[in-house]
């Protein structure tokens, strides 16, 4: 998952959309009116993200893909208050299987932010997301639920990771000085740096 860290200039056209609309209902995020601003949020993440789905981190074009509410704008753990708000959004892959699409209206245990990524790992024979050793149950629990509410292992995607972790040990083997600048490139770039 993306340690996603949104920046602190929020785009130009939400905030001026906030301050005319302040009252907008949730149902105006998926109006024709809202469109160009979605298309500014989404170009904004796109950059925060490094070209990234926050969730499953393929590669996703700033034009492609969809803005999720990290907390969800309905549903029984509904943030309205939340649905306007950028820190709040994530751009995301659009895939039934997995991620926003997958995740719906459900409030995950463990969101894209800074140290996101610190209590799971990628198993070396088939590049599953697995908790860590040693976790409570609880969050070892948390960990299992955020990736399974976002199909992290699924096995197209999972298939798609794997070729990276192996090309990740082989650089580890043969070529360790070549490694920070594959890692800095390379999609999955976060869960692989879990096993390095
Ligand atoms: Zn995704």
């Known amino acids: 998952m993306v340690e996603l860290e949104h920046r602190r200039d929020e785009p130009a056209r939400l905030v001026a959309f906030c301050q005319q609309h302040p009252e907008a209902p949730v149902a105006e995020f998926d109006s024709l009116a809202f469109r160009p601003v979605k298309e500014a949020v989404k170009a904004a993440l796109n950059e925060d993200q490094q070209g990234l789905c926050a969730y499953c981190e393929r590669p996703l074009a700033p034009n492609a893909g969809q803005i999720d509410h990290i907390k969800p704008k309905g549903g029984p753990n509904a943030r309205p208050d939340l649905c306007y708000d950028y820190r709040n959004y994530a751009h995301s892959c659009i895939d039934n299987a997995t991620c926003?699409?997958?995740?719906?209206?459900?409030?995950?245990?463990?969101?894209?932010?800074?140290?996101?990524?610190?209590?799971?790992?990628?198993?070396?024979?088939?590049?599953?997301?697995?908790?860590?050793?040693?976790?409570?149950?609880?969050?070892?629990?948390?960990?299992?639920?955020?990736?399974?509410?976002?199909?992290?292992?699924?096995?197209?995607?999972?298939?798609?990771?794997?070729?990276?972790?192996?090309?990740?040990?082989?650089?580890?083997?043969?070529?360790?000085?070549?490694?920070?600048?594959?890692?800095?490139?390379?999609?999955?770039?976060?869960?692989?740096?879990?096993?390095?």
């Open 100 to 196: 926003g699409q997958k995740k719906k209206q459900g409030l995950l245990p463990i969101e894209p932010g800074l140290g996101c990524n610190a209590e799971w790992t990628l198993t070396s024979d088939s590049g599953e997301v697995v908790p860590l050793d040693g976790l409570t149950r609880q969050r070892s629990h948390a960990v299992r639920q955020t990736r399974d509410m976002l199909g992290l292992n699924t096995p197209a995607l999972t298939r798609e990771r794997k070729q990276w972790l192996d090309t990740t040990w082989q650089l580890l083997r043969e070529a360790p000085e070549a490694l920070p600048d594959f890692l800095a490139a390379a999609p999955f770039r976060y869960l692989l740096g879990t096993v390095v």
